[in-house]
Structure formats: structure tokens, C-alpha cells
């Protein structure tokens, strides 16, 4: 049975009005502010005896000699999952995070980072978007000659990137070599990702279709190959905002976690992770302290939800994930819907991509 079926509802109001305040003020709540909150014909005295219980079953905690009350984090988990009444967001905000991730003057990657940094700003949290590389198609190569035996390889993506790359070739390379594997690629693989570059110039060549000497086909497969994809998974984690988390800390204590976040924040591989395991669920899920190994001594909460699009056969399928890190004392009823609707606004985006 759940725990919060063993509470009556006067001690369920009691405790989500402690919790309330708690997230307001981010300060123990004693039983006279509680009396005076709740309006009802309760006593201090039996308010006290109320929140004794609350204590004694796990749920609140005297941080020090204080009269007041906080929750603990089996406390936030119950009241998070079992008693919280979620809010929504406005339609400007809605619109505002939608604006974001049209793609007409950005590029899917920055339209990506747009929306992170603007989830992190509406949530005062950190935003963590974990989504599919997206890989641009080519709009022009170019070798160009630096010094013996060294040659320039330049990319230019049809996102406006340029990727530039030193490769080795033979001491006294002729101009001309360098100039037909420019007009040999421009002329073949313009609009294909470097991916499908590689594979087809690979193909061609195997099957001797293109009439290369064996110097220009040597530096066509080493143009491509300094940037041929890895065969690892093509996911990125985007992260903005941690700077958010500066203004929740109130004491030492909160710094020591503080740093430890930050660490965390840092180690993108670890977060991948974290986000990843989010995408066999479904809907937001919340992660409260110790609920989530990854951030166990950090004292804060996760949120993330996954993206979802539907194939055409109108089957669904998780392509990223969407979420917020923050303090545990965090706004849950804005922040969950919040991070509800990015992770549809961003996987709209990504299934426009995929």
C-alpha cells in the first residue's frame, strides 16, 4: 500500500502544507506558521503531535535545534509522486520554446541549444537535452596545399560549419593532384553527409568506376577518412545553465553539493547515461535524491522526460530525452509540465530531422 493511503487526509494536509511553505521559503516550518496557513481549527499543540508522527515515519526532519520541520527526501518523494497537483505553463511560454526549435534560421543543433538554455532559464535548473547527432550534408571540399608533405583538407557543411583537418601526403605532391580530388568530390558528393560520402566514394572506387591515378585516390579516401563517423552511438548531451544553481545555495552545506553537481554536470558521458536509462519509460519521470545513483551526494533533484515521434507506420519511438538538474527545494508543479512540453516541442523537432 502506498504511504501516503496510510495517512489521514488531515495529516496529508498538514504535510503538503509544510512542503508548500518548505518550497517557498526554503526554511523549517514550525507548527504556528502551519496554524495560520491552514486556516483550520487545529491547535498548535495538535499540529505538533501531527508532525511528530510525520517525523517518526520518516517523512520530515529537525535540521537543527529548530522547532520547525523539513522534509526529508523519502518526504519530497511522497509528496512529488503521490500528493502534488501539477500546474501548467503559459500559452506565451509554450509559443516561446515552439519559436525555438524552427529550424528556419538555425540549424537543428543550434535550435537544440536554444531550447536547452531557455528550459534552463524558465526553470532556474540546469537543462539537459539528449538527442541524435545531427549530421549536416556537404557544400564544398576543397584540398589545399600547406607545406611538404602536408595538405589542408577544408569542409564546408551546408549548416555553415566548417571542419578543417591536416593530412599527410607524399614530399613534392603536385597542384594538380590536390585540384582533381577537389573537382572529383564536389562533383560526386555535394549534399551527402560525410557518412554517405564515405560509403559511396568507397563503393566507387572499389568498383573502379572513377578514373583516379593511385596518388588522387589516396587522398580522396584521407580527405574523407579524418572524418568518418565513429560506429558509437551518435548521441550528444547538451547542457546549459548551471550558473542557475548558484542561487538556491543558502549555506556551506549546499556548496560541498554544489561542487559535486558541478562535477557531474561536467562528466557528459555519465549524463548520457542517466538520460538514456529515462528512455524505456514513458511520460516524466522525477528523480529525488538517492532515487537517481548518479546524483546521490549531490542533494538535488532530476526531472526528465523522453521525446517521442511517430514513425510512418504510426508506431512510436524514443529518439532523446529532455530534462532539468536541480535543487531538491525546486517549483515541481511548474518544472514537470515544463519539462513535459519541451521534450514534445524537441522531439517534433528531431522527428523532422530523422
Known sequence: MPLSENLDRRTQEIFRCLVDAYLETGEPVGSR???HRLGLSLSPATIRNIMADLEEAGLLYAPHVSAGRLPTEAGMGLFVHALL?????SKEEQEY????????????????EHVTAALSGLSECAGLVLAPKVEAALHHIEFVHLSSGRALVILVMEDDTVENRIINVPPGLPTSILTEATNYL???????????AWTFVRVELAECKAQLDELTRKLVEAGLATQTPSTSPLNYVVVRGQGNLLRHVREDGDLVHLRRLFSILETREALSHLLEATLAGEGVQIFIGMENALFTSSGCSVIVSPCVVESSNRKSRVIGAVGVVGPTRMNYS?????????????????????
Do not use: M, W, Y
Not at 520554446?97 to 537544440?112: D, F, M, N, Q, Y
Not at 564536389?186 to 554517405?196: D, F, H, P, S, Y
Not at 511548474?334 to 530523422?354: A, H, N, W
Open 97 to 112: 520554446l515552439e519559436r525555438l526549435c524552427v529550424t528556419g534560421k538555425h540549424s537543428p543543433t543550434e535550435a537544440i
Open 186 to 196: 564536389n562533383a560526386r558528393v555535394i549534399g551527402k553527409t560525410l557518412k554517405e
Open 33 to 35: 506558521t502551519l496554524s
Open 334 to 354: 511548474r518544472v514537470i509540465p515544463l519539462v513535459d512540453f519541451t521534450s514534445r516541442v524537441v522531439g517534433r523537432l528531431l522527428g523532422e530531422q530523422g
Open 85 to 89: 497537483e501539477v500546474g501548467d505553463i
